[in-house]
């Protein structure tokens, strides 16, 4: 069975920090790619992040390049987004997803959501 548990989200004033972790078990372990990816109401679900399972490559979205990293903790089974310079543009509810297939392929396993909301 596999289980990807977000954690981290929450209320934060425009540019100000946090950091999202999401915590893998089952096959969704540490040979997986994994990755960040964020919704808002009435829009499509949108990649943010995505790390392979060395962590040696990552991919960003270009709104977010410069202001979030990702990062990966194998021992642990977890990964991070550490997200900095916040923008209200940001609010929307933050998913951790698992690639066993590869970094290029779509997710296969889906945590069930973070929300974090940036105010102005």
């Known amino acids: 069975q596999v289980q990807l548990v977000e954690s981290g989200g929450g209320l934060v004033q425009a540019g100000g920090s946090l950091r999202l972790s999401c915590a893998a078990s089952g096959r969704a372990d540490s040979t997986s790619a994994m990755g960040w990816f964020r919704q808002t109401p009435g829009k499509d679900r949108e990649s943010v992040a995505r790390i392979s399972w060395s962590g040696s490559t990552t991919f960003y979205a270009e709104s977010v390049k410069g202001r979030f990293t990702i990062s990966r903790d194998n021992a642990k089974n977890t990964v991070y987004l550490q997200m900095n310079s916040l923008k209200p543009e940001d609010t929307a509810v933050y998913y951790c997803?698992?690639?066993?297939?590869?970094?290029?392929?779509?997710?296969?396993?889906w945590g069930q959501g973070t929300q974090v909301t940036v105010s102005s």
């Open positions: 997803a698992a690639s066993p297939r590869g970094l290029y392929y779509d997710p296969d396993y």
